[in-house]
């Protein structure tokens, strides 16, 4: 429809000659030029035009306006009483019910929760003594073979020493009996007169001895040391293998007593859960049979409501629907003006566009003039502007 009175007031019937065309007597020309004919969609240009948003907003609201007319229309025709939500008043009859019986449902399911975690705490603490008293009896058995095993290689030990200092002795005896007899014979053959040849004698013989003794004795204090070595290093590897005992067993011991506490926490957790669902299901029970009475009350109270509520909704939808005619009327009433306004814009723009571009012929439909060239982008671009 517009874009029809816009083809009508830009290039008349058939495409006619805008006023700003050729002369009625153009001058002699050396070749007869052909009118620029060029086509506008004043449909799609409207779109673009700066107030069409506003356009969209009043269709919004006449298409907002008239379902809520068409939706009190049928409301008012079918005669429907007005709906009575008794929804927040149930719901606070539920609300009020469940405070009033969850502080008892709380208390004894803490008290359920207290008992259950006090006997798990009690179970859960006969397991981890009876745990640290199998260990300490494992401990402690281990503990004797160990003790008995490192005192064995040390009474090993000081048996092989002590052969080997007897083996030497006697061959270190063995090295200087010839030498001291040799020494002794010399001595009892010297003269008594020849005191200073017998005192020669006297101190090779001493210093032999001495020497042999000195020999044995160092070799006694070497294989003592090596025992008192040996003896400390048993010690240690007793003191260490006490250690990672203790600590193996310390940790079997842990792992038995967490197994053991997520046994007891699983079962509790199972225990627990069956006691709330019965709990739950009593409190349900009780509150259904309580709610029933309270619901027959606020029904009763509602049905009295509604005859006045009826009366009182047939006089608000006529007036809704007076309403909602009016501000329809107006909607679409503006609407009609926006649309001549954007279109007297366009018209307007389009008229000094083709003057600009020395257009002849203007027309808004392409079928009049199928190879006219489309200038719709030209007129948005301007307009934009």
């Excluded at 005192?151 to 090993?156: A, E, S």
């Excluded at 409190?283 to 009366?311: E, F, N, P, Y």
């Excluded at 439909?365 to 301007?382: E, F, K, S, Y």
Aim: charged letters at 25%.
């Amino acid at each position: 429809m517009f874009a029809a009175a816009a083809a009508a007031a830009l290039a008349g019937c058939g495409g006619m000659q805008l006023p700003w065309g050729r002369p009625a007597a153009p001058p002699a020309a050396p070749a007869a030029r052909l009118p620029r004919i060029v086509v506008v969609d004043l449909d799609r240009a409207s779109r673009a035009h700066p107030r069409w948003a506003e356009v969209d907003a009043l269709d919004k609201r006449i298409q907002d306006l008239v379902g809520q007319l068409s939706a009190v229309t049928a409301s008012a025709g079918v005669g429907a009483p007005p709906a009575v939500d008794l929804t927040p008043e149930l719901r606070a009859a539920a609300h009020q019910e469940s405070q009033q019986l969850a502080p008892e449902f709380r208390r004894r399911m803490d008290a359920e929760a207290q008992d259950a975690q006090a006997a798990g705490k009690r179970e859960l603490d006969a397991y981890a003594a009876k745990v640290r008293a199998d260990q300490q009896r494992e401990f402690d058995a281990k503990r004797v073979q160990i003790e008995a095993a490192v005192q064995k290689n040390v009474q090993d030990k000081a048996a092989a020493l002590q052969q080997d200092s007897a083996k030497f002795q006697q061959q270190t005896l063995e090295q200087y009996r010839l030498p001291l007899l040799n020494l002794r014979l010399k001595l009892d053959a010297a003269a008594p007169s020849d005191k200073k040849a017998s005192e020669a004698v006297s101190q090779q013989l001493q210093a032999l001895t001495k020497e042999r003794d000195d020999k044995m004795a160092a070799h006694d204090k070497a294989n003592q040391d090596a025992l008192a070595a040996y003896q400390k290093e048993q010690q240690d590897s007793f003191t260490a293998q006490l250690r990672a005992l203790g600590d193996q067993l310390g940790k079997q011991g842990q792992q038995l007593v967490d197994q053991k506490a997520g046994e007891i926490s699983a079962r509790m957790h199972t225990d627990l859960s069956a006691k709330q669902a019965q709990l739950n299901a009593e409190l349900t029970k009780r509150m259904q049979a309580d709610m029933h009475a309270r619901q027959q009350a606020i029904i009763s109270g509602a049905r009295s409501q509604m005859a006045v509520a009826q009366s009182q909704s047939l006089q608000t939808l006529q007036v809704r629907v007076t309403s909602l005619r009016a501000q329809l009327s107006e909607a679409q009433a503006e609407r009609v003006r926006l649309l001549a306004s954007i279109m007297a814009d366009l018209r307007v723009e389009t008229v000094a566009l083709a003057q600009q571009k020395g257009w002849d012929v203007v027309l808004t439909r392409a079928i009049d003039a199928p190879d006219a060239p489309d200038v719709t982008g030209d007129l948005i671009d301007r307009i934009k502007k």
